[in-house]
């Protein structure tokens, strides 16, 4: 996958949440899943360890999907990344 996988959690918020692609990781960019809130400047590292294909907010909150050996994963990211579920077909993304 090309390009950043970024997102915000919604269209009056000023957060922004944005996980590295395949392409960026081999680029040099750290792994891992980082919000960003506009407004103060903080920022937060989440460990996530491979490549991002999608990203999205549900409830407040970001969820990523990664891939890694053609099997995707689901995280949930509050303040650190849980896996909800995983898909070996290698086909899931997520809603707009």
């Known amino acids: 996958m090309s390009g950043a ?23 040099g ?3 891992g899943l980082v919000r960003y ?3 103060t400047g903080a920022h937060q590292r989440v460990p996530l360890q491979d490549p991002a294909v999608a990203l999205a907010w549900y409830d407040r909150v ?3 999907v990664t891939e890694a050996q053609h099997v995707r994963t689901l995280w949930r990211c509050a303040d650190t990344c849980a896996r909800v579920l995983t898909d070996r077909s290698g086909t899931l993304t997520l809603g707009r």
């Open 29 to 31: 960019m750290s792994a």
């Open 5 to 27: 996988t970024a997102s915000s959690a919604g269209p009056r918020e000023t957060t922004y949440a944005f996980a590295p692609s395949a392409d960026e990781l081999a680029g």
């Open 37 to 39: 809130d506009t407004s």
């Open 62 to 64: 970001p969820y990523v």
